[in-house]
């Protein structure tokens, strides 16, 4: 399976100012699996240790953070001679080892000449209950779900995926029927790694939501595990909740929509929790399309996205041939999903913090804002070919941006105040 962010470990590798890396994600998007695939692909040797379980390795942090003595013990976990240059140190699940984790600042300091990894699949929640994060002395690096154009690559579909970053729409625009036939499947099947690779190995659509519904378990399995016992029921209602704060025309988070008189601060640990896991991105709102957006942020007015489409399909139990064919239950859904697909892309595949606007007194929303340089840059988001709306073109009658963007699947157009993109076309934000 081909990941895209090899090409930034690569880089990292060959960086003389390179300290040890953090690979941050939500469980079972591939950390482990690109770690010992960079490994196996460009190092002699892999020294692999899982602090999952794994006291005897815990407990070496313990003491002191002498180098020599680390490495000593290292070779003899993994059996084999630690050498700097020739062999990558892969620290797993080491948000169960806080002490492993505060090592990387000595590594970074003293023996920058090893060249050290890590990952945890809830780094994130630990970091915020008290872990010590090394500011300064690591690399980060985010994993999600596979991008669109890395599912084309793992369907086999390499030549269209490459076509998309020509950025020639006459090209592009030729094989329309085919993106379009594979975004519709990937609406459904999502990006995450064991789902595709099962899809790829079968094609079948039952065996891909048995699975997803399986990792949708181990999430709320991580849930009771490793979240406090006020705070598990919240987490739960919250995440439950998506999939139909989404389905609302303004998907905007409504507390009440969860219990009546619900407040946010009942709930703010909770969203803060499935945050740090890497399991939902939040969309703020800002009042004002103005430079720099994060200075308007309304930080009480959100969206909240899943980390993939495929787990929101499977969480709203919509089925294959509702989503592939088009009948009347994705109609009334195909926005919520259409959107969840483009702000995915939006993470993985472009530079861009996304935002939308919108206020309790405005008379339209904009679906997405970025920041593209100096520019504010409005993004309206349309599941098919009807694209009649009046909130992008009152947006642009408002405030003039010089850039305003439409994702739908018509294909590449300019106009003078608006470009198309088709939706397969996100990356080239």
């Given at each position: 399976?081909?990941?895209?962010?090899?090409?930034?470990?690569?880089?990292?590798?060959?960086?003389?100012?390179?300290?040890?890396?953090?690979?941050?994600?939500?469980?079972?998007?591939?950390?482990?699996?690109?770690?010992?695939?960079?490994?196996?692909?460009?190092?002699?040797?892999?020294?692999?240790?899982?602090?999952?379980?794994?006291?005897?390795?815990?407990?070496?942090?313990?003491?002191?953070?002498?180098i020599n003595r680390l490495i000593s013990y290292l070779s003899i976990e993994v059996g084999f001679t630690i050498e700097?240059?020739?062999?990558?140190?892969?620290?797993?699940?080491?948000?169960?080892?806080?002490?492993?984790?505060?090592?990387?600042?000595?590594?970074?300091?003293?023996?920058?000449?090893?060249?050290?990894?890590?990952?945890?699949?809830?780094?994130?929640?630990?970091?915020?209950?008290?872990?010590?994060?090394?500011?300064?002395?690591?690399?980060?690096?985010?994993?999600?779900?596979?991008?669109?154009?890395?599912?084309?690559?793992?369907?086999?579909?390499?030549?269209?995926?490459?076509?998309?970053?020509?950025?020639?729409?006459?090209?592009?625009?030729?094989?329309?029927?085919?993106?379009?036939?594979?975004?519709?499947?990937?609406?459904?099947?999502?990006?995450?790694?064991?789902?595709?690779?099962?899809?790829?190995?079968?094609?079948?659509?039952?065996?891909?939501?048995?699975?997803?519904?399986?990792?949708?378990?181990?999430?709320?399995?991580?849930?009771?595990?490793?979240?406090?016992?006020?705070?598990?029921?919240?987490?739960?209602?919250?995440?439950?909740?998506?999939?139909?704060?989404?389905?609302?025309?303004?998907?905007?988070?409504?507390?009440?929509?969860?219990?009546?008189?619900?407040?946010?601060?009942?709930?703010?640990?909770?969203?803060?929790?499935?945050?740090?896991s890497g399991l939902a991105h939040k969309v703020s709102r800002v009042n004002e399309p103005h430079v720099p957006l994060?200075?308007?942020?309304?930080?009480?007015?959100?969206?909240?996205?899943?980390?993939?489409?495929?787990l929101l399909c499977a969480m709203s139990e919509l089925d294959a041939k509702s989503i592939i064919e088009g009948n009347?239950?994705?109609?009334?859904?195909?926005?919520?999903?259409?959107?969840?697909?483009?702000?995915?892309?939006?993470?993985?595949?472009?530079?861009?913090?996304?935002?939308?606007?919108?206020?309790?007194?405005?008379?339209?929303?904009?679906?997405?804002?970025?920041?593209?340089?100096?520019?504010?840059?409005?993004?309206?988001?349309?599941?098919?070919?009807?694209?009649?709306?009046?909130?992008?073109?009152?947006?642009?009658?408002?405030?003039?941006?010089?850039?305003?963007?439409?994702?739908?699947?018509?294909?590449?157009?300019?106009?003078?105040?608006?470009?198309?993109?088709?939706?397969?076309?996100?990356?080239?934000?």
């Amino acid at each position: 399976m081909e990941r895209f962010a090899l090409e930034e470990l690569k880089k990292w590798k060959k960086n003389p100012d390179r300290k040890p890396l953090v690979l941050m994600g939500a469980r079972q998007v591939g950390k482990t699996w690109l770690m010992r695939e960079f490994g196996r692909l460009f190092y002699k040797n892999i020294a692999y240790v899982s602090f999952y379980n794994n006291r005897a390795m815990k407990n070496l942090f313990e003491s002191d953070y002498d180098i020599n003595r680390l490495i000593s013990y290292l070779s003899i976990e993994v059996g084999f001679t630690i050498e700097k240059e020739n062999t990558l140190i892969i620290f797993d699940e080491i948000q169960n080892a806080p002490k492993a984790f505060e090592s990387l600042k000595f590594f970074c300091e003293e023996a920058r000449d090893y060249h050290i990894m890590a990952a945890g699949s809830l780094l994130g929640v630990a970091l915020h209950q008290g872990v010590s994060y090394p500011v300064g002395k690591v690399d980060l690096l985010n994993l999600y779900p596979l991008s669109f154009r890395e599912y084309l690559c793992a369907v086999n579909e390499k030549a269209l995926s490459d076509a998309l970053l020509t950025k020639d729409f006459s090209l592009i625009d030729g094989f329309a029927e085919k993106y379009i036939y594979h975004l519709k499947n990937y609406y459904y099947v999502g990006g995450m790694p064991e789902v595709v690779k099962n899809f790829v190995l079968h094609g079948d659509y039952n065996e891909v939501r048995q699975i997803q519904k399986n990792i949708l378990v181990q999430y709320k399995g991580d849930f009771g595990k490793h979240a406090g016992a006020n705070e598990l029921p919240r987490i739960n209602m919250v995440w439950d909740s998506i999939p139909m704060q989404l389905a609302k025309e303004n998907r905007k988070f409504f507390f009440g929509k969860m219990k009546k008189g619900a407040r946010s601060s009942e709930f703010e640990v909770a969203i803060q929790w499935l945050l740090d896991s890497g399991l939902a991105h939040k969309v703020s709102r800002v009042n004002e399309p103005h430079v720099p957006l994060s200075a308007y942020k309304d930080f009480s007015a959100y969206k909240l996205f899943v980390l993939d489409v495929g787990l929101l399909c499977a969480m709203s139990e919509l089925d294959a041939k509702s989503i592939i064919e088009g009948n009347s239950l994705f109609v009334e859904f195909k926005g919520a999903l259409t959107e969840q697909y483009v702000e995915q892309e939006l993470v993985a595949s472009t530079p861009y913090t996304a935002y939308y606007y919108g206020s309790e007194k405005a008379t339209f929303e904009q679906d997405f804002l970025i920041q593209k340089e100096n520019k504010v840059v409005p993004i309206e988001v349309k599941a098919e070919t009807n694209v009649r709306s009046q909130s992008l073109k009152a947006f642009y009658e408002k405030y003039k941006p010089e850039l305003s963007v439409r994702f739908s699947l018509l294909p590449y157009k300019q106009q003078d105040w608006m470009v198309n993109i088709p939706l397969y076309a996100v990356c080239l934000l």
